[in-house]
């Protein structure tokens, strides 16, 4: 089977799946976040001799036995390399991978299946973005416009691509109130070619205004970049409405498995753009003189593919779109509200927390509790199995503007419950009690 | 909560609250050296006033964790009115108890130095970091200003 052929069964297999999917109904089943901790065999372990309460999954999420079984049965029955051999398993191999292509494209509302481009994560697919596309349409001295609430994986590869072209980093400010201060935008847009934007905020739950933001970047003509890693595993996302020309994301943080991510692109922009990485796969032909490239989503997809990692990202896109993303949503939402009243409620000012304080936020809860140290909140509530990140999450710039060396963060997701929160409040106050 | 008794003993928490040896020297005449956690941002800056291969005046600067900062603390009383040689001895001795060889503050390994004196050196204070043994991510922060004081003295060593 050709690459080709593997497409168009797997089209056909989705085409399937698609008619028999029930009509989407208006009002999103509520959903249980202690029923589903049940498809998480992590979540059922003991940290400390207490059951773990997971609450970093900004940084990576866990993962269901739906996932990790759709992988070991690639293992088990199918493992053999993609879109090189006749023979049946191989050909299984091919056709899985691509159905995956098939899955994440209508999780996203893609057009196209080819404008679907497997990485190895979202930072590899920002640096494919600023590397390709950046590389061949930035001149010396071009403006590029970021926020400040940007992961450094949208940071650095501009900086490096700076480093040769000397370009112009612009930066959205943030606001008092924990959103982009979008008052400057049209002085700010003046002459810019390119526009990297976060759709969440990793550290302040903050939901900009991406598709507001790119309406006014295509009127001057910028293209914009989204780095969607905590707003896909965690809202509907539907790249059409979200108005941006790229988009990216990771695996590991919607329930799939780490070594996958997804830059989706514009198909017209994503053809005009050269190749990133060199190797197999990703050619049409090649000869002592040069090569011709492989047709997309190939081109950009050098060497063998993380195949079972493909296997696992569509079981994941299936177990989300089976809880239903506007049910987690909505979920999400009232866990934030529930979890930041309960922390006001039980320490007052001795908690600030760096984020919205109400209205629609994503679910990562950047705190200082008292005086303590974030790395000594996280120490003694690991002693109660209680898991939260502590650092600078990858965003200095914005850490430099909380005027914060590092914050504690709890983040949640569709497993976490009323009872994880009242965990996390109880475990905090035993901080007080040490220092 | 047996473990984080250990981490967090009376004498670390102690020179946390009340750091001593805090402020910053005049570069020149002392000598100033900085190190940095990437993984928590914690960091240390060490200022060493030199006079005849003595350590006449420490000061500590920086900010981070309680371990971080206790540490670098407790390190400044240690090495305060030490020979470079008595310093290293010191350095050598404390990063014995928590096991790992001596490295500079990129982590590249600086030799062990010759061995067998240090056993001699007495830690006092400083034996009680020993806990952070149990908290492996946490030994980076207890001997992050110990690095500083390493690179510190080869520098002064050099010039
Ligand atoms: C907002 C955001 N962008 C980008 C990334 C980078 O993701 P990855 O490390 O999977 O490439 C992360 C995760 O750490 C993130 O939270």
């Given at each position: 089977m050709t690459t080709t052929d593997a497409a168009a069964a797997a089209d056909a297999h989705t085409a399937a799946a698609d008619a028999h999917t029930p009509a989407a109904s208006p009002v999103p089943a509520p959903l249980d976040g202690a029923k589903l901790k049940a498809d998480f065999p992590l979540l059922t372990r003991e940290i400390n001799g207490q059951p773990i309460v997971y609450l970093d999954s900004a940084a990576t999420s866990q993962k269901p036995h739906s996932v990790i079984a759709a992988m070991s049965d690639y293992y088990d029955r199918y493992n053999a390399n993609v879109h090189r051999s006749a023979y049946f398993i191989a050909e299984q191999a091919t056709t899985q991978t691509e159905l995956a292509r098939q899955k994440v494209r209508r999780f996203i509302g893609a057009a196209h299946t080819e404008e679907i481009i497997f990485t190895k994560n979202a930072t590899e697919a920002l640096n494919l973005v600023v590397n390709s596309w950046g590389r061949t349409n930035l001149a010396n001295g071009d403006a590029v416009l970021l926020s400040l609430l940007e992961h450094h994986s949208n940071i650095v590869p501009w900086h490096i691509l700076s480093a040769e072209r000397n370009l112009e980093l612009r930066w959205i400010p943030v606001g008092d109130d924990f959103q982009l201060d979008l008052s400057n935008l049209d002085e700010l847009l003046e002459g810019v070619k390119v526009v990297a934007i976060s759709a969440m905020s990793n550290v302040l739950g903050t939901l900009p205004p991406v598709s507001a933001i790119a309406e006014a970047a295509h009127e001057r003509g910028a293209v914009v970049v989204c780095d969607a890693c905590q707003f896909v595993p965690n809202r509907v996302c539907d790249v059409a409405s979200l108005g941006a020309d790229f988009v990216a994301f990771s695996g590991h943080k919607m329930c799939g498995p780490t070594g996958i991510g997804v830059l989706w692109g514009r198909r017209e922009l994503l053809e005009e753009m050269p190749p990133f990485l060199g190797g197999g796969e990703m050619i049409l032909d090649v000869s002592t003189e040069g090569f011709l490239p492989n047709t997309l989503p190939w081109k950009f997809e050098a060497g063998t593919p993380p195949i079972a990692e493909m296997v696992g990202l569509g079981a994941a896109v299936d177990y989300l779109s089976g809880v239903g993303m506007e049910a987690i949503a909505a979920y999400e939402e009232d866990l934030v509200a529930y979890a930041q009243k309960t922390l006001k409620d039980k320490f007052g000012d001795d908690i600030a927390i760096h984020?919205?304080?109400?209205?629609p936020r994503g679910g990562s809860i950047s705190f200082a509790y008292r005086d303590i140290h974030p790395h000594d909140v996280s120490q003694i509530l690991d002693q109660y199995g209680v898991c939260v990140r502590a650092g600078h999450h990858c965003a200095k710039p914005l850490m430099k503007h909380l005027g914060a060396q590092a914050t504690a963060r709890a983040s949640l997701y569709l497993y976490n419950t009323r009872e994880d929160i009242d965990c996390l409040a109880e475990a905090l106050s035993k901080a007080s009690e040490i220092f | 909560m047996s473990g984080l008794e250990d981490l967090y003993r009376e004498i670390i928490l102690d020179h946390y609250r009340s750091?001593?040896?805090r402020g910053d020297l005049p570069c020149p005449p002392a000598h100033k050296g900085e190190g940095f956690?990437?993984?928590?941002g914690d960091d240390v800056v060490l200022y060493l006033l030199a006079d005849g291969g003595v350590i006449a005046d420490v000061k500590i600067g920086g900010n981070g964790c309680s371990i971080s900062q206790a540490s670098a603390s407790m390190m400044s009383c240690a090495i305060m009115g030490k020979t470079f040689a008595e310093a290293r001895a010191i350095n050598e001795a404390f990063k014995n108890i928590l096991?790992?060889?001596?490295?500079d503050s990129n982590g590249q390994?600086?030799?062990?130095?010759?061995?067998?004196?240090?056993?001699?050196v007495s830690l006092g204070d400083l034996q009680a970091l020993q806990g952070v043994m149990k908290f492996p991510v946490r030994i980076k922060c207890a001997t992050l200003g110990w690095n500083v004081l390493t690179d510190s003295l080869d520098e002064l060593d050099s010039c």
């Open positions: 984020g919205p304080a109400d209205g | 750091p001593r040896n956690n990437p993984l928590c096991s790992i060889p001596d490295v390994d600086v030799g062990a130095g010759e061995t067998g004196a240090n056993q001699e």
